[in-house]
């Protein structure tokens, strides 16, 4: 047994990356690869999506209709969201997991290798058949990324594409998500107990339990608005029994864990950053994970926050008032830790903790508008305006994308074996964090003075700050040039990456070479290393 | 040893080098989907359905073949065992909620939306002023008695009929699945292969009663996909219920060959216990169907 064991690692050795560009990117089943695929892809679909933003932008620049149609106009944000959501969001996360989650726990790759590039593969074929409605006859989807009926069935040729293509990414987080479970309960090294994973490990697995129960509801209710629309169905038609607010009850339940969806791994990576910069463990690990899981559980109980002003009765108002509120505890609980983690440390600030540190400021500000929106009586005047627009672009930008972007600057040097340029990656941060404030502080003024979001014109009163934010968005969008610029020359050379990287850096992805050998831990690693790299 | 197994043997956990089956799916998908896009959008003749459909099949032989190929020349540890059940398992997870949003859709249309049409509560103007005469019933077919027969009525399929008796198949096959899993564990081949059979049979005339159910629906009730939200809900579960009995019955047909051709041991046969477990949860399914569709 042991000498099979050896002679297979001598055979693993002489094992790199495949030649041949099939071989190696599109027949793969390497976890890295199809990481580096997901995080591509993720790439582009931010700097899409990004762009649809800016054309947002140009038209809110000033009052009148300037540069698009109406109809152009609300395409754009449906597009943008659909395009961020499952294009750009869902698929970074999904990237991180595949690079970093068998890294972490020192198994030799996912559980199920072959489905995990059946997940990545399913991705650009939906999104082809997503953004071919821009071609087709009435334009691409305008009635909002939420997809309500009766509006949405009255879509033109784009309305089965984007259903379909749903399906398709549907399908693919599923697997994605199951791959990930089973690989963190069935792929852990030996001594990597469940307390012993990093918190990003631990924030992915309540993400993808998450991802299991709601995607599977999202494919349910676009089934029902496929038969509403061409198989003569009353899901969602008062005429014959059913009710189109059904559709938002079923769609949020999808739609409300989904934000934690986006948000959760978000929590990790800082989790991650903010220790290593701070030479401390993390304060207070295990309530961590168990803030993770309270969240994941609240998640689904939460969803019709989101629909206060449709008509609900009382008692359901409350219910859901309530059950909102509290999600802010553990939330809490994680700001807490967070801060304490970085009280009295030494800190330094690199770039991944300079955007892990303003996630902490600014996400809290977009938590802080969530409670806000909570308050059902409240939220009769929030509803539907730029502050809902202003509070979940808090969470998202300098939230879940900051917390991107801080973890590619903390584990490129561990892809790509190079350090990277810190000067430009800082100006990257700063820009970033003014100008995204610039962009959506003065978002949360023009919602309480009462503009509704999804219109392309508005009343002239609301002409400065709108000036104010699309200066802004466009800071916000060249600034983010830099960041492929400084991924690409980080990947092509630069100053040699040591193992460890970061002085502080814990865990068993910093007990590999840089850049990660093509095969890792295909012998399980030390329990010594295990021990040393518990962050507790 | 397959041709791509390198040399490997089981003391590691298996991992494949590289394989054309995702990328094979993946296309295979988008030109199933273009095809009903194309259909559903009048673009013309959908003949990019059929490739794809056919793709599909040879992704499916593929794709299995490989990994039972793999399993048979033992690269599989108890670890990838182990793989593959939690993967199965989370699969039928997902599959439950998939349900769920249409169990979800049944329950708020009979508890909330239809009396709130007929002006329950608050909603009382649904009533003075919208539909006076719609009284919130349940079957319903809507205020606007949408589809049914001409006068806008239609009859439902009552559940100590022909249900009952698929219920009675459907717990049999139940029964007849766990037999063939003891006997294979016995190693009685031969009692393995024949309530294997039963089992796959019973799922098939199951799927043909539906069929005939249908039809004395469409022809003679005025139940139809279309009448009203109980059209709806109906066809949708039973509809989704059915697609699953049956993709479960080919299942149980494949495992059955493959135990014919002397597949599985006593320890090792995953693939018969992913599908017996699938077979229960549609299983199940039907036993809430029954309940909540048919009788109450
Ligand atoms: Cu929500």
């Known amino acids: ?536 | 040893m397959s041709s791509n197994s390198h040399a490997h043997d089981s003391s590691t956990y298996y991992v494949p080098h590289s394989s054309p089956w995702p990328i094979v799916g993946s296309i295979a998908l988008f030109c199933v989907m273009w095809g009903a896009v194309t259909f559903l959008n009048d673009w013309g003749s959908a003949w990019s359905f059929l490739p794809g459909a056919l793709l599909l099949l040879v992704l499916f032989f593929g794709w299995f073949a490989t990994v039972i190929n793999e399993n048979q020349a033992g690269l599989f540890n108890a670890q990838v065992d182990k793989s593959f059940r939690m993967g199965m398992m989370w699969f039928i997870i997902s599959e439950v909620m998939f349900f769920a949003a249409f169990f979800g859709a049944l329950f708020y249309a009979r508890e909330l939306s239809v009396p709130w049409i007929g002006g329950e509560g608050v909603k009382v103007f649904n009533k003075l002023l919208l539909w006076q005469d719609f009284a919130p019933t349940w079957p319903t077919n809507g205020p606007d008695r949408l589809g049914g027969h001409a006068d806008g009525s239609f009859e439902t399929i009552a559940a100590f009929s022909l249900p009952a008796i698929n219920t009675a198949l459907l717990l049999t096959s139940g029964v007849t699945i766990t037999i063939a899993h003891h006997a294979l564990r016995a190693g009685h081949r031969t009692q393995l292969s024949i309530f294997l059979a039963a089992t796959w049979i019973l799922g098939f005339i199951f799927v043909y009663l539906q069929g005939t159910e249908y039809h004395e629906a469409y022809t003679e009730l005025g139940l139809k996909l279309s009448t009203g939200i109980y059209g709806s809900t109906f066809f949708m579960l039973t509809g989704f219920h059915g697609l699953h009995v049956t993709i479960g019955a080919i299942m149980l047909t494949v495992i059955w060959l493959r135990c014919l051709r002397g597949h599985f041991t006593a320890k090792n046969h995953f693939a018969f216990e992913a599908v017996a477990w699938y077979w229960h949860f549609v299983d199940v399914v039907w036993l809430i169907l029954f309940v909540f569709v048919y009788w109450i």
């Open chain 1, 1 to 536: 047994m042991a000498n099979s064991h050896t002679a297979h690692d001598a055979h693993d050795d002489h094992h790199g990356a495949p030649q041949g560009f099939m071989q190696r990117w599109v027949l793969t089943t390497n976890h890295k690869d199809i990481g580096t695929l997901y995080l591509v892809f993720a790439g582009i679909m931010f700097f899409l999506g990004g762009a649809m933003a800016m054309v947002i932008r140009a038209e809110l620049f000033q009052p009148g209709l300037q540069f698009v149609d109406p109809q152009f106009f609300n395409s754009m944000t449906t597009m943008h969201a659909l395009v961020m959501i499952f294009g750009g969001m869902m698929p970074a996360w999904v990237g991180l997991a595949n690079w970093m989650i068998p890294l972490q726990i020192g198994a030799a790759d996912m559980a199920l290798p072959r489905m995990n590039n059946f997940s990545f593969w399913l991705m650009p074929f939906a999104f082809i058949l997503l953004l071919s409605t821009f071609f087709t006859g009435g334009g691409a989807p305008a009635g909002g990324w939420t997809l309500y009926p009766p509006l949405v069935l009255q879509g033109g040729d784009s309305f089965p594409m984007a259903m379909f293509a749903v399906h398709m990414m549907g399908a693919s987080s599923i697997m994605g998500a199951i791959n990930v479970i089973v690989t963190l309960m069935n792929m852990r090294a030996p001594g990597m107990t469940l307390l012993r994973m990093p918190l990003f490990c631990w924030t992915w697995l309540i993400t993808a339990y998450l991802l299991i129960l709601v995607m599977p509801v999202l494919a349910g209710a676009v089934t029902m608005l496929i038969t509403d629309h061409f198989f003569g169905t009353s899901f969602f038609s008062a005429a014959g029994g059913g009710d189109p607010v059904m559709y938002q009850h079923i769609f949020w339940f999808f739609g409300h864990p989904e934000v934690y969806i986006l948000i959760l791994p978000a929590f990790g990576v800082v989790s991650e950053i903010l220790p290593t910069f701070s030479r401390k463990p993390l304060f207070g690990y295990e309530s961590m994970v168990y803030a993770t899981a309270s969240i994941g559980f609240l998640s689904f109980i939460v969803w019709a926050h989101h629909m206060f002003t449709v008509g609900m009765p009382l008692a359901g108002q409350l219910f859901f008032m309530l059950t909102t509120m509290l999600i802010a505890v553990p939330t809490g609980v994680k700001v807490f830790n967070w801060s304490a983690t970085m009280w009295k440390g030494s800190l330094t600030f690199e770039p991944p903790m300079l955007f892990a540190i303003s996630f902490l400021f600014l996400f809290t500000i977009g938590g802080f508008s969530g409670l806000m929106l909570a308050i059902a009586p409240a939220d009769f005047q929030y509803h539907d305006t730029y502050f809902v627009v202003a509070h979940f672009h808090y969470v998202l930008v300098p939230g879940s994308l900051f917390a991107i972007i801080g973890g590619v600057y903390y584990w490129l040097p561990k892809w790509s074996g190079h350090m990277y340029n810190m000067t430009l990656a800082k100006w990257h941060f700063w820009l970033s964090a003014i100008f995204v404030n610039v962009l959506f502080f003065p978002q949360h003024f023009l919602g309480l003075a009462g503009m509704p979001r999804r219109i392309p014109d508005y009343a002239t009163q609301f002409a400065d700050w709108n000036a104010v934010s699309s200066i802004g968005a466009f800071g916000f969008g060249l600034a983010q040039l830099i960041f492929p610029y400084l991924i690409w020359s980080c990947v092509r050379g630069g100053e040699k990456a040591t193992a460890h990287v970061w002085e502080g850096s814990h865990g068993l992805e910093w007990e590999v070479p840089s850049p990660a050998p093509y095969h890792s831990w295909s012998e399980a690693p030390a329990i010594e290393l295990i021990e040393r790299g518990a962050a507790h």
